[in-house]
C-alpha cells in the first residue's frame, strides 16, 4: 500500500497505482505532517477530528471516536487509545473489535507484544491482553522486554530486572548501576561512566569498560572506545554476547550489520567501504558516502567519486541510479518496492488542461507572458532567453536580465567588462538597439529614453537620439501617449511637471508636488500633497478625489485608492466601483483585480463584483477567464470556479492565449528492488 496526497487529504493506492482507499483522511490534530503506514495490515487514520483504525480494504476496524489510537507491529490485534477528559489524557486498550479491554482511566498504557505497562496515581503495573492485571501499581519505574520476558523496575528502594510474575531476577545497587534495555538475552548497563553488559541472572557477561555500547539487536554489538590520540576521538567496531571483539575497534564511523555487512570509514583513505563481520573488507573503501546499508535485497546506496547515489549489490555491481541528477536514493521495503521522487521538477509550456505543449529542457525560472512573448531562465549558463506562445525561441539564451516586452520591444540587460549595459530587442529576437547604454527605459509610443553623460535623451526605433524640450531633473519613459518630465521645486515651491506627447512637445505643463504618468486617459495630481486630482489629457482637472489617503495602479481605467487605511477602487470618472473594504488592492490586469483581506487573496471584476471570495493564499488573472491559484500548490481555474488543473503545479505564470509556462510539482514513481526475485 502507497500513501498519495490530494488537496489536503490523504489515501491509499496499490503497487499498480490503484486506488484502494479514497483520499477521505487528514493530518489534523497532529503535531507534524506524517501519512500513516500499515502495520500488520492496519493503520491509524484520522476523519473529523478523531482517530480510527481502517483495514487494507478502507474497512472501519475502530469507528472514529477516539482521541488518539496507536496501533503496534508487535502487537497485531491491539491499539493503544486516548480521550480527553478536562485538560487530562486518559489512555486505554481497544480491541479491532473496538471492545474494551484497559478501560480509558490511565495516565498512560504502553502496549508490548503480549504485555501492557500502565500507570495510574504515578505508579506502574502490569497487564496481559485480556484486561488482567499481572502486577498491580505500585512499582516507580517499570519498562517490559517482551521478548525475553523481563521487565526493568524500581519499587520501595528495590532496582533491577523482574519476570512478568513479579519475582525478582535480580536486585543492584541504583547508585552504582544504571541499567538500561533487554535484548536478545543481555541487559545493557552502565558503572563509573562506562558501558557493558548483564545477562538475565545479573552477572557481568561483558565489561563495563566501554565508552559508547548499543543494545545487542542480533548476535553483535556496536561499542566504542576513546582514541588514545584523542578524547575527542570515539573508535567504533563490533562484540559477540561472549565478549569478544570480532571487528576490531578502530573505525571513527561505522553502521550497523545489515544482511552481514556494515559500511566502515576507512581510517587512511577516509572513504567507505563494507566489512563483513570480522571486520574484512569485502567492498574496498573506494565510496564518497553511503547512504543506506545493505537492504534485505542485498543492495547498498552509495555515493561514488561522480558524486551521484548508485544502487550496488554486494559484490560491488553499479545496478545504476534513481534518476539522471544521481542525487537521490530510495531503501526497499520488505515487499521489494520503494518510491521515487522526481528531483527534476521540468518546465513546460502547457495549454490550459495541463496537456504538455513544449517540454523546457535548459530552464531554471519562468516569467510571465506578455505581448505572446515570455522569458525565461537557461540552467546551463544562468543567461535569459524568450520563448513565445507556440514554444519556440526567438533569441538565443545569452541575457543578463530583461524587461517584459511592450509595444513589441524589450529592454535587454548585458554584462560588458563586468558592468551592465542596456539595449532593445524587437519581438522577432533582433537587437535593434545595441546594449551599450549605461541607463535606458522601456521602449513604447516609438521613444526609450536614454541617459548618456548625465543628460536624458529620447531614442527611436533606428537608434536616433533627440534632445528633450529641455533639461529635466527626471525623465520617465512613454505610457499613453506622453513622457513625463520633472524639475524639482526649491524650498516649499512645488515641482513642476512636463507630459511630452510623442512628437516631443510639451503639451500639458502643471505645478504640483506629485504627478503621475497617464495610464490610458487619466493622470493623477496633487497640487497640494494632500488631495489627490484627476486629471483628461487636455490637462483638466475634473474630479477631486476627497477621503482618498493613497492611491496605486491605474490600468484598465481602474484605479486602486485607500480610504481611512482599507483599499478599493474607482473608474477614470471618480465613481466609486469597489468599496473600500480590503487590506490590499492590485493593479487590474484581464479584466480583473486582485483584493486581499488578512492573509488570504479573491478577485474582483471591472463591475464590482466579486468573482472569488478573499480565500485563496494566492491568486492572479489571466486573459479568457482562466486563474491559478495557490493551494499547499498551483492549480488553475476558470471564472466559474471549475478546476481544469488541480493544484500539482511547483510554479506557473498567468495564461495567455490560453498558454502558459509551468513548472511541474513533486512527481513520483514506485519502484522495484532489481535485486529482488
Not at 565510496?287 to 560491488?316: C, Q
Not at 544562468?382 to 516586452?405: P, Q, R, T, V
Request: net charge positive; glycine share 10%.
Amino acid at each position: 500500500m502507497f500513501g498519495f496526497e490530494e488537496g489536503d487529504k490523504f489515501g491509499y493506492m496499490d503497487v499498480t497505482g490503484k486506488i484502494i482507499i479514497p483520499a477521505a483522511y487528514s493530518y489534523e490534530n497532529t503535531n507534524y505532517k506524517s501519512m500513516p503506514t500499515f502495520k500488520n495490515g492496519t493503520a491509524s487514520v484520522r476523519k473529523d477530528g478523531k482517530a480510527g483504525i481502517i483495514d487494507k480494504k478502507g474497512t472501519v476496524l475502530i469507528p472514529f471516536e477516539y482521541e488518539t489510537l496507536i496501533n503496534y507491529s508487535n502487537s497485531k490485534n491491539y491499539a493503544v487509545a486516548t480521550k480527553k477528559e478536562g485538560s487530562k489524557t486518559l489512555y486505554g486498550l481497544v480491541s479491532l473489535q473496538n471492545k474494551i479491554i484497559i478501560p480509558l482511566e490511565y495516565e498512560t498504557v504502553i502496549l508490548d507484544s503480549n504485555l501492557v505497562v500502565v500507570k495510574k496515581n504515578s505508579k506502574f503495573g502490569l497487564m496481559d491482553l485480556t484486561g488482567k492485571t499481572l502486577l498491580p501499581a505500585e512499582y516507580t519505574e517499570l519498562t517490559s522486554y517482551a521478548k525475553d520476558r523481563v521487565l526493568r523496575a524500581e519499587k520501595d528502594g528495590k532496582y533491577g530486572y523482574i519476570d512478568p510474575a513479579g519475582k525478582w531476577l535480580f536486585e543492584k545497587i541504583k547508585s552504582v548501576y544504571t541499567l538500561y534495555g533487554c535484548w536478545n538475552g543481555l541487559i545493557s548497563c552502565r558503572v563509573s561512566g562506562k558501558y557493558g553488559y548483564l545477562d538475565l541472572k545479573g552477572e557481568e557477561v561483558i565489561t563495563t569498560k566501554y565508552d559508547y555500547a548499543d543494545p545487542f539487536y542480533g548476535e553483535f554489538a556496536k561499542v566504542g572506545k576513546k582514541s588514545p590520540a584523542s578524547s575527542s576521538i570515539t573508535l567504533y567496531g563490533y562484540v559477540d554476547k561472549k565478549g569478544n571483539e570480532v571487528i576490531p575497534l578502530k573505525f571513527e564511523s561505522i553502521g550497523d550489520i545489515r544482511n552481514g555487512l556494515a559500511w566502515a570509514r576507512d581510517p587512511e583513505t577516509n572513504r567507505y567501504g563494507f566489512v563483513d563481520k570480522t571486520g574484512k573488507w569485502v567492498l574496498k573503501p573506494v565510496y564518497i558516502d553511503i547512504a543506506v546499508s545493505f537492504d534485505h535485497f542485498g543492495g547498498a546506496w552509495v555515493k561514488m567519486t561522480d558524486n551521484k547515489y548508485h544502487y550496488v549489490s554486494k559484490a560491488g555491481k553499479d545496478l545504476g541510479m534513481l534518476d539522471s541528477t544521481g542525487k537521490t536514493y530510495r531503501d526497499f521495503n520488505p515487499g521489494s518496492y520503494g518510491v521515487a521522487e522526481n528531483a527534476d521538477y521540468p518546465f513546460a509550456l502547457i495549454d490550459k488542461t495541463g496537456k504538455v505543449i513544449k517540454k523546457m529542457e535548459d530552464c531554471d525560472a519562468i516569467y510571465w507572458f506578455g505581448e505572446g512573448i515570455a522569458g525565461y531562465k537557461c540552467k546551463s549558463n544562468s543567461k535569459y532567453g524568450f520563448i513565445d506562445h507556440n514554444g519556440k525561441n526567438i533569441a538565443s539564451c545569452d541575457l543578463d536580465g530583461f524587461s517584459g516586452f511592450s509595444d513589441g520591444v524589450a529592454r535587454i540587460e548585458k554584462k560588458v567588462d563586468g558592468k551592465i549595459k542596456y539595449g532593445h530587442m524587437d519581438n522577432a529576437g533582433k537587437i535593434f538597439i545595441p546594449a551599450v547604454y549605461d541607463w535606458a527605459l522601456a521602449f513604447r509610443n516609438g521613444w526609450t529614453v536614454i541617459k548618456k553623460e548625465n543628460n536624458y535623451f529620447f531614442m527611436d526605433k533606428d537608434g536616433n537620439l533627440k534632445d528633450p524640450p529641455r533639461k529635466y531633473d527626471d525623465l520617465t519613459e512613454f505610457r499613453s501617449g506622453y513622457a513625463l518630465g520633472k524639475i524639482k521645486g526649491t524650498g516649499t515651491s512645488p515641482h513642476t511637471f512636463y507630459y511630452i506627447n510623442t512628437q516631443l512637445k510639451e503639451e500639458i505643463t502643471i505645478n504640483a508636488w506629485q504627478a503621475y504618468l497617464f495610464w490610458d486617459d487619466v493622470a493623477i495630481v496633487s497640487k497640494d500633497d494632500k488631495t489627490y486630482e484627476m486629471m483628461n489629457k487636455k490637462g483638466e482637472i475634473y474630479k477631486s478625489l476627497t477621503n482618498v489617503e493613497t492611491l496605486n495602479f491605474c490600468t484598465e481605467s481602474m484605479l486602486a485608492v485607500r480610504e481611512k487605511g482599507k483599499w478599493g477602487y474607482i473608474n477614470d470618472k471618480g465613481d466609486i466601483i469597489v468599496r473600500a473594504t480590503y487590506d490590499t488592492c492590485t493593479a487590474f490586469k484581464y479584466g480583473y483585480g486582485r483584493v486581499k483581506k488578512g492573509t488570504k487573496w479573491g478577485i474582483v471584476d471591472r463591475s464590482g463584483t466579486e468573482i472569488f471570495e478573499p480565500k485563496y493564499e494566492n491568486i492572479l488573472p489571466g486573459e479568457n477567464g482562466l486563474f491559478i491559484f495557490y493551494d499547499k500548490a498551483w492549480g488553475v481555474m476558470d471564472r466559474t470556479g471549475n478546476v481544469l488543473i488541480k493544484p500539482t503545479l511547483y510554479s506557473v505564470v498567468p495564461f495567455e492565449k490560453d498558454r502558459a509556462l509551468a513548472r511541474f510539482g513533486k512527481t513520483y514513481t514506485i519502484i522495484k528492488s532489481p535485486l529482488a526475485k
